[in-house]
């Protein structure tokens, strides 16, 4: 299967900047689309809200909170994939979750996958 793992989350002031890096690894034949989620304090995991995405020919999108404020961007020989978030707020504070989904290698064939990683604190203090 495809691992996903998160980093670069932390505890940064208002208006301060982090870099959030989402990282792939496996027999991955290709990724398509990746997402960045974020869940705030008290919300389930179904209340998770769709950040950003970029898709396999860098397209993106952003939920209209973050837009001017994050970039997202890919490389795909390294298959990492990051969020850039500046002028950051104290409501930008949750978990924030990698979804990656492509297609990877198995033995006998080609597959497609769909996974998350655990997560990353960011924390934006007043």
């Known amino acids: 299967q495809v691992q996903v793992v998160e980093s670069g989350g932390g505890l940064v002031q208002v208006g301060g900047s982090l870099r959030l890096s989402c990282a792939a690894s496996?027999?991955?034949?290709?990724?398509?689309?990746v997402g960045w989620y974020r869940q705030a304090p008290g919300k389930q995991r179904e209340q998770r809200e769709l950040?950003?995405?970029?898709?396999?020919?860098?397209?993106?999108n952003y939920v209209n909170s973050v837009k001017g404020r994050f970039t997202i961007s890919r490389d795909n020989a390294r298959n990492t994939v990051t969020l850039q978030m500046n002028s950051l707020k104290p409501e930008d504070t949750a978990v924030y979750y990698c979804?990656?989904?492509?297609?990877?290698?198995?033995?006998?064939?080609?597959?497609?996958?769909?996974?998350w990683g655990q997560g990353t604190q960011v924390t934006v203090s007043p």
């Open positions: 496996g027999r991955i034949r290709r990724i398509n689309d």
């Open positions: 979804n990656a989904r492509g297609i990877y290698y198995t033995t006998w064939d080609l597959r497609n996958f769909d996974s």
């Open positions: 950040v950003a995405t970029i898709a396999s020919d860098n397209s993106t």
